[in-house]
């Protein structure tokens, strides 16, 4: 019988929940520039250039080549972005700043609007920049993955994915820095996410950490904040990025489903435990104690506070309604004994198992034939 590991072993602490363990890691150096990853693995190339012997991928491909866009023509960049604006509007969807927290002898007790209007200019700064970030991971690993995949149609379609990437990084900085008021270093969580992905040798690692948890993530979330948002110009950019994103998760998903029926239980485990971590980590970013640490507070105190927020929780668990499905298909919920699923339950969010899973649904996503950003 495979022995798992413990939730100390893969990340760090017994308790997922305990928070001064989360808050304790921390931006060692958030003015640093350039940030270097040691990473050793194999360069492959391959001889048999067969296009077409994965249709799935190929089909993927063929697809990729007809849905690009360009971030700096096809947006309407001339846009007026009133950020304040957009922050009450999106608080008003859940009764107005700071509803559903008990705010009695707490830090927020004698805030005003004002405070509360700014805590959402800070988050919303906090959480495009966090995107940034991760579409840069993005587009670093699936350079890797152009490079070390064994197969020629993976390859292809890898190669359409670093324009997507290199395309996303660029409308998110471009939108950080001129309709919105300032940007976040990358947040430790997302970055020891990123480096334990990038220092993995294994190609399929790649895929696992980026394509299917990273990426399954952002689409959720992209999803979410494309149906809360006012802002014309944020709804059309999050649409057309959600137009890649579900073909990235799709490429991951039909990528490993047949590669990972051939791994031993040994070599399941680490995938398990792998997913489990990367899950946690992500999760643990979204505490945004950047932004409280910026606003001058407690940071453990208000952390605790804004946890009882009703629309956080659902924020929070609608975050894995890509994962869980997607490492089900995978066939990583339930191999060995059903640890993964355990896991995932322990986590809250077992529940999303039998939601669609990107390899399938990734037309959903894809922009109609002529499609404008404004139709879309």
């Known amino acids: 019988m ?6 100390e072993e893969i990340i760090g602490r017994a308790d997922l929940n305990d928070l001064e363990a989360i808050l304790a890691v921390t931006n060692t150096d958030p003015d640093a520039v350039v940030h270097h990853v040691e990473a050793h693995y194999d360069t492959i190339f391959t001889w048999d250039y067969e296009k077409g012997a994965r249709p799935k991928l190929n089909r993927l491909y063929e697809k990729a080549k007809t ?21 009450v509007a999106n608080s008003m969807q859940f009764g107005g700043p700071g509803a559903g927290i008990d705010v009695t002898g707490t830090p927020f007790e004698k805030w005003t609007d004002k405070e509360w209007i ?3 200019i800070e988050s919303q700064n906090w959480t495009l920049s966090q995107f940034m970030h991760g579409e840069q991971g993005a587009l670093i690993c699936t350079a890797r993955i152009v490079e070390n995949v064994p197969w020629i149609d993976a390859k292809y379609y890898a190669a359409t994915q670093v324009m997507d990437e290199a395309r996303h990084v660029e409308v998110f900085a471009k939108y950080l820095d001129t309709k919105l008021s300032g940007h ?36 959720a979330a992209f999803g979410f904040i494309h149906q809360m948002t006012t802002e014309p110009l944020l709804k059309q950019l999050l649409r057309y990025v959600m137009s890649d994103e579900a073909r990235h998760v799709a490429f991951g998903v039909l990528s490993l489903q047949d590669y990972y029926q051939e791994l031993s239980t040994a070599e399941l485990k680490e995938r398990q435990e792998f997913a489990f971590e990367a899950a946690v980590r992500m999760r643990d970013r979204f505490l ?76 959903m996503f894809a922009l109609a034939n002529g499609e404008t950003p404004s139709a879309a």
């Not at 495979?2 to 939730?7: D, P, Q």
């Open 67 to 87: 849905a690009q866009w360009n971030g700096e023509t096809d947006l309407p960049w001339d846009t007026d972005v009133d950020q304040e604006a957009i922050v």
């Open 288 to 363: 945004q104690q950047e932004v409280w640490d910026r606003m001058g507070l407690p940071v453990k105190e208000v952390v605790s506070l804004v946890a009882q927020a009703p629309e956080r929780a659902v924020f929070q668990q609608m975050l894995f309604s890509k994962i869980v499905p997607n490492c089900k298909k995978l066939g990583l919920l339930d191999a060995g004994d059903g640890w993964l699923r355990k896991k995932f339950g322990e986590l809250g969010v077992i529940q999303f198992e039998d939601w669609a899973d990107t390899g399938e649904e990734y037309d």
């Open 184 to 219: 976040y270093p990358i947040n430790a969580h997302l970055q020891l996410l990123l480096d334990d992905i990038i220092k993995d040798s294994r190609w399929d690692m790649t895929y696992l950490g980026m394509q299917i948890m990273v990426e399954g993530l952002a689409l």
């Open 118 to 120: 700014q805590v959402g």
């Open 2 to 7: 495979t022995t798992m590991s413990s939730n």
